[in-house]
């Protein structure tokens, strides 16, 4: 098991799939910060905590998927922050710490079952983030320098 995985770098601009139209606009990790992800850390849809620049902390979830610039052959790092941002942060820090594991990637039927699916990972993740266990990462260290 290698969560909770601590990962931070400058958000980058995605593949423009659109996540925003949907409501749920997913931040993008740089090549780099990706590639230092466990090789166990497969594929799939993960819960934590997130912090852009000296913004408070707040809940999100993550996907792990694979990188179409790379032909599909390196991972991509989205994180969705479970808050509304006044403004775009392109090019701000994001720390993250990844500490559950909440389902496997699939493809959905439709638009409306992906975003159903995306609610549920939302409720899920805001419902565990409450046990102490996972709520005491909330106030790490980690989040608490500021660069
Ligand atoms: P891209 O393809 O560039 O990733 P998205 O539609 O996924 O475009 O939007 C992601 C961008 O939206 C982020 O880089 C960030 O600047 C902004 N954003 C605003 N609110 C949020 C949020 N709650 N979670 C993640 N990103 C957000
Ligand atoms: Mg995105």
């Not at 925003?20 to 090789?39: C, H, Y």
């Not at 997130?50 to 610039?69: F, L, T």
């Amino acid at each position: 098991n290698k969560l909770p995985h601590f990962a931070e770098g400058k958000v980058v601009k995605g593949f423009g799939r659109g996540s925003k139209e949907l409501g749920i606009p997913t931040a993008n990790f740089p090549q780099d910060v990706v590639d230092k992800l466990p090789e166990e850390i497969g594929e799939g849809v993960y819960f934590g905590w997130a912090r852009v620049n000296s913004k408070p902390v707040y809940k999100m979830v993550m996907s792990i998927g694979w990188n179409p610039y790379y032909k599909n052959k390196k991972k991509s790092m989205e994180t969705h922050i479970i808050n509304e941002f006044e403004e775009d942060f392109y090019g701000s820090e994001l720390k993250v710490v990844m500490l559950g594991y909440i389902r496997p990637m699939r493809d959905f039927k439709s638009l409306d079952e992906l975003i159903k699916a995306i609610q549920a990972d939302i409720k899920e993740a805001e419902e565990k983030l409450e046990l102490p266990e996972y709520k005491e990462f909330r106030d790490n260290n980690f989040f608490r320098e500021t660069s």
